[in-house]
């Protein structure tokens, strides 16, 4: 069995008391990949969305560049402008 902790601390070994809370959630996503996914990261947007620390744009980031689906990215900042010149 695969300890996940030890393998993101050898993955990430510069990371200090300041990046403790990203190496928590990296461990709570790793974590529920492995128990809940057999280890296959999710491809659809469900299930990102149900990982810890994972919200709707990043979700739409990963779909778009990781699994190369025609899906826009839009953050919030992109929202505030079409939102004020189209609405």
Avoid: W
Wanted: aromatic content about 16%.
């Amino acid at each position: 069995m695969i300890d996940i902790q030890k393998e993101i601390e050898k993955k990430f070994p510069n990371m200090n008391k300041k990046d403790n809370f990203l190496k928590k959630s990296l461990f709570k996503i790793a974590k529920k990949i492995v128990h809940e996914y057999n280890g296959i990261f999710p491809n659809n947007f469900e299930e990102l969305v149900s990982l810890p620390g994972v919200g709707p744009y990043t979700a739409q980031a990963i779909l778009s560049f990781g699994f190369n689906q025609n899906i826009l990215a839009f953050d919030t900042n992109i929202e505030k402008i079409f939102c004020r010149y189209y609405f």
